[in-house]
């Protein structure tokens, strides 16, 4: 059929512009197939990657939280309060040393690390004393307290794993935990000094029961690095059980395949433990200098022998409580020149126990009967309990349980049957029982922290290691099976 020049030119359009739509279709469905082909796979794989590392999810849970728990402990209000102290205290260092106002410091956190510790120890030391007359002057406290009552307060808030109730001596546990980790051996001595009214044998106790709370979640550690070990041991065997009957070359690629996103979440587990047993390796160092702090010790005395978490070998230099730095009031003078007011003689009222420290939880030393005459050391009761000298060691006594002389009732007379029998007194006090040797709790934590990272971190960093020595040897054969091959 004829048609005009124009009217066959606008049809010759028409169905160019049709092809072109067609084949715009058609690049785009293309597109979209090998775009899809090419998703398939690393979706596959990453879901892959996701399977072997969830395989062992119940194992790695509790890590995951206490991991979870460090990190906010680490990034809490409290915590920043701590680190602005460091960093003012610093400040303050660096200008003491400028204009010569600050002399060498002995002893102290400096004592066991050389003189770069000595200058940390400083650092932390005033520190701690700036934080607290900023937090006193708030709050209107005395100054005589190194952390003021609003870290006490915020710490009650703190969720610490191993810590439970609350009060002030939930918010000292807590604060105790944190400065460990953030802070320096001689902040927390001072801390534990400050817990303790000034009496360096209760904060020796008290580190010694800090210890004994981080016990016990250094032991979970431990447990659940040993499962999540045995549980990629099972992966990695079943992946060489698997390898070695494979029957073509398709299955074997992807059995290592396998391998190769099992090496990757045991990367991620030796993160996961490390970070986790990093923790309580920074406090049982802190521990165990703080503890050498208050007993005037060395790590070696404190830990008996014992290889530390933290070290190669324990310190052998004693350490001491950093010397307070303000100069004494004049009221605190006249105090130290007045004189000495003497002990009181004291006498059993009732049975009672003579601890090693004055908290109920302290071990025995010995058992006091009623009426028994005692000596004690200081003038007056601290706390509710009398100090009193057992064979050259510190004993402590419930106030409540001891009297003036005179004060206990007269000892209970009953015959004895039979003739010609004499009126019995009372019963003789069993032997005390031999004192504890040496902070127990703190070689304990020790030696768990110890066993969490070897369980864990150690164990699953051998199993990477075994893996890998099998590739290599794997990928020698299979080059020397090719060479052989192709001569």
């Known amino acids: 059929m004829n048609c005009s020049a124009s009217a066959c030119g606008d049809r010759e359009a028409e169905g160019m512009g049709g092809y072109l739509k067609d084949r715009r279709l058609r690049l785009a469905v293309s597109a979209a197939v090998l775009f899809s082909l090419n998703l398939n796979p690393v979706m596959a794989q990453s879901q892959g990657r996701d399977a072997v590392l969830n395989a062992c999810s119940t194992q790695r849970e509790g890590l995951i939280k206490l991991d979870r728990e460090y990190d906010e402990l680490k990034r809490s209000k409290t915590s920043a309060a701590l680190g602005e102290g460091l960093k003012q205290g610093a400040a303050v260092l660096a200008k003491g040393v400028m204009s010569g106002g600050l002399g060498r410091r002995s002893g102290g956190f400096g004592g066991a690390l050389g003189g770069l510790g000595g200058v940390m120890g400083a650092v932390g030391s005033l520190a701690a004393q700036q934080q607290a007359q900023q937090a006193n002057t708030a709050s209107g406290a005395t100054p005589a307290s190194v952390f003021g009552p609003d870290l006490l307060s915020s710490a009650m808030g703190l969720n610490v794993p191993g810590l439970s109730g609350g009060g002030d001596m939930g918010g000292y546990a807590a604060l105790a935990v944190l400065v460990a980790i953030v802070a320096t051996a001689e902040a927390y001595a001072q801390l534990k000094e400050q817990e303790a009214g000034g009496d360096l044998r209760k904060a020796s106790f008290n580190i010694d029961q800090d210890a004994a709370r981080q016990l016990t979640v250094a032991r979970q550690i431990a447990d659940d690095g040993q499962?999540?070990?045995?549980?990629?041991?099972?992966?990695?065997?079943d992946i060489n059980t698997r390898l070695a009957s494979a029957s073509n070359d398709k299955d074997r690629r992807a059995v290592r395949r396998e391998r190769t996103e099992l090496m990757g979440a045991l990367k991620k587990d030796v993160d996961l433990t490390g970070e986790v047993v990093d923790q309580h390796t920074t406090m049982a160092k802190t521990f165990t200098q703080g503890r050498a702090m208050t007993d005037g010790a060395s790590e070696a005395d404190v830990l008996g022998g014992q290889a530390p978490a933290y070290a190669a070998a324990p310190g052998v230099t004693r350490l001491s409580m950093p010397k307070a730095s303000a100069a004494p009031s004049e009221g605190d003078q006249?105090?130290?020149?007045?004189?000495?007011?003497?002990?009181?003689?004291?006498?059993?009222?009732?049975?009672?126990?003579v601890r090693t420290a004055p908290v109920a939880s302290a071990?025995?030393?010995?058992?006091?009967?009623?009426?028994?005459?005692?000596?004690?050391?200081?003038?007056?009761?601290?706390?509710?309990?009398?100090?009193?000298?057992?064979?050259?060691?510190?004993?402590?006594?419930?106030?409540?349980?001891?009297?003036?002389?005179?004060?206990a009732p007269a000892p209970v007379q009953t015959a004895a049957k039979g003739k010609g029998a004499r009126t019995a007194a009372t019963a003789k006090a069993p032997p005390p029982p031999p004192a504890p040797a040496g902070p127990t709790n703190i070689r304990a934590y020790n030696q768990q922290v110890i066993a969490a990272r070897d369980n864990g971190k150690g164990r699953l960093s051998s199993l990477m290691t075994d893996i890998q020595t099998s590739q290599r040897r794997e990928s020698v054969l299979y080059a020397w099976m090719e060479h052989l091959t192709r001569g």
């Open 363 to 407: 071990p025995s030393l010995m058992n006091l009967p009623v009426g028994r005459e005692v000596k004690p050391t200081t003038a007056q009761a601290d706390g509710g309990w009398w100090e009193i000298d057992v064979a050259g060691q510190p004993g402590y006594v419930r106030a409540a349980d001891l009297g003036p002389p005179g004060s």
């Open 334 to 353: 006249a105090a130290a020149q007045a004189p000495a007011v003497p002990a009181p003689a004291m006498v059993a009222i009732r049975a009672t126990v």
């Open 227 to 237: 499962a999540l070990v045995d549980c990629r041991t099972q992966q990695a065997a």
